[in-house]
């Protein structure tokens, strides 16, 4: 990364660690960029000098320091003082508990002994320009309030105020409705929109994947089954239809429903009746049906894997999710969205994204849409280690297509300093230690958490294929359905 424009004023920074040869070597190296160093022999007089002012605009210290405040302390003082000051800690010892306790005080990034001086001004570069991002940002103030957007659905683009409309049109009827887009655009969103704002609000709404349910399983899980209908049916068991009568069932996924269950699907639509699966008896149902997919159904009807006749009662009105790529004068707010629901949950700090992280945002292609952006914010706003997301806590595949360096090691720990040997060694057991540490602060077990965010991102890696998702996973296909419907 080019090093940030000249100003009239060079960068200051200091340097604080109580070996004499350490404060004038590092000195040497910063000065040779013209920038001001300033030094100090410990950490007291480190926190004393950034407290009396002004602040540097970087910090390099000290973890451990011969009597008085250890540079972990020293640290604390520092980012109680200014919570904005940017810190690199710099240790000869590269182990876990110094990389968690680095990040977990707020330092920027932490370098190791002995020092490679290109690799010490390019972080001191990079340090550099963060702090530049944050002058930059100012005082936040919110330009959308999340809770006028009680619907998850953010934005004002043309496009998406064409599927406002469609929504509202639909409310005021039992139509059928098509949701179509590409995965991760936000269809189970407009469905239960639809639901929300319709009569059958106060009835049940139920989600059904279609591509997550084994083709032997999902006409018991529609319709239900008696005692005795197959093999470890011990009981009589409603389905989703019933237990939905008077409300609205969405059905994500269509596409990858069997053929014969579509021709029960279309008895209902015809007829609003069922039958359990091992039973005789005609159960009427009440029920408004929602669809979505991101198949072509034209061209599946034409192959025929789709029933026609289906394709045509599902059909009476579609509404078209764009991708995200097709509005991303919507990509601020959606982001704005995503950070105000995260700091409400207590999920993250980060409230707000510098100027030059958002650019980078509004120009990626998105080929996950809005879940793919969520996911990107929701990473980059527990790396970051204060109350903005800045360009180096995005992730190095979003840096990549920027045309951005990778930060050395990605998130969360750099490896300024290490050798390439150790480097990655060194960076997955600290990433490791540190999210275990990180979900351990959460209100639900670890591994129950990292299934909920990994499974369904496994999925959509792999355009939704099951058995795909489950090798990756190194799981069997019925393992990973029975995961899946347990989030």
């Known amino acids: 990364m080019p090093p940030p424009p000249a100003t009239s004023k060079p960068p200051t920074i200091l340097v604080v660690d109580d070996d004499a040869e350490i404060r004038y070597s590092l000195s040497r190296v910063l000065s040779s960029r013209s920038w001001q160093v300033a030094e100090a022999a410990s950490g007291e007089q480190g926190v004393a000098l950034v407290k009396k002012g002004p602040p540097p605009d970087l910090v390099f210290l000290d973890v451990r320091m011969g009597g008085g405040m250890s540079g972990l302390e020293a640290l604390q003082h520092i980012r109680a003082a200014n919570p904005k000051q940017l810190v690199v800690l710099m240790t000869a010892f590269g182990t876990a508990q110094t990389a968690i306790e680095a990040m977990k005080f707020g330092a920027f990034d932490y370098v190791m002994k002995p020092f490679d001086p290109a690799k010490v001004l390019a972080l001191a570069d990079n340090a550099l320009q963060a702090h530049a991002d944050l002058r930059a940002v100012g005082d936040y103030k919110p330009t959308i309030n999340a809770d006028d957007y009680r619907e998850g659905i953010v934005g004002s683009s043309p496009v998406m105020q064409e599927v406002f409309k469609v929504i509202g049109q639909v409310t005021a ?93 279309l008895r209902v639509l015809q007829a609003g009746e069922i039958q359990r699966v091992g039973g005789t008896e005609t159960i009427r149902v009440d029920v408004r049906i929602l669809a979505a997919t991101n198949k072509d159904l034209e061209g599946m009807v034409r192959a025929k894997s789709f029933r026609e006749d289906l394709y045509y009662r599902l059909n009476v009105v579609r509404i078209k999710m764009p991708p995200l790529r097709d509005r991303p004068e919507d990509i601020p707010s959606i982001v704005e969205f995503c950070l105000q629901t995260l700091v409400r949950q207590r999920k993250a700090r980060a409230a707000k994204l510098a100027p030059e992280a958002m650019g980078v945002l509004v120009r990626h292609r998105w080929p996950g849409n809005v879940r793919e952006l969520e996911n990107v914010i929701y990473r980059s706003a527990v790396i970051a280690q204060g109350d903005t997301i800045l360009l180096k806590d995005l992730p190095n595949e979003i840096r990549a297509e920027a045309g951005l360096p990778a930060v050395s090691g990605g998130p969360p720990f750099g490896t300024a300093g290490s050798a390439e040997a150790g480097a990655s060694v060194l960076t997955v057991g600290a990433a490791l230690d540190f999210l275990l540490a990180e979900l351990a602060r959460g209100d639900e077990p670890v591994l129950a958490r990292l299934e909920r965010e990994l499974l369904p991102r496994a999925l959509q890696t792999v355009d939704g294929d099951v058995a795909r998702a489950a090798e990756l996973l190194g799981l069997t296909k019925a393992a990973l359905q029975k995961r899946l419907k347990a989030i």
């Open 173 to 265: 009827s039992d139509v059928t409705v098509m949701i179509t887009g590409e995965s991760g655009t936000g269809k189970e969103l407009v469905a239960r929109s639809i639901w929300k704002h319709s009569h059958r609000a106060a009835k049940p709404f139920i989600a059904v994947n279609c591509a997550a349910i084994p083709d032997n399983l999902i006409e018991s899980e529609l319709f239900g089954h008696e005692k005795g209908s197959f093999t470890g049916a011990t009981g009589q068991r409603l389905g989703k239809f019933e237990l939905c009568d008077g409300g609205t069932i969405f059905l994500d996924e269509i596409g990858d429903m069997a053929l014969a269950t579509q021709t029960k699907i």
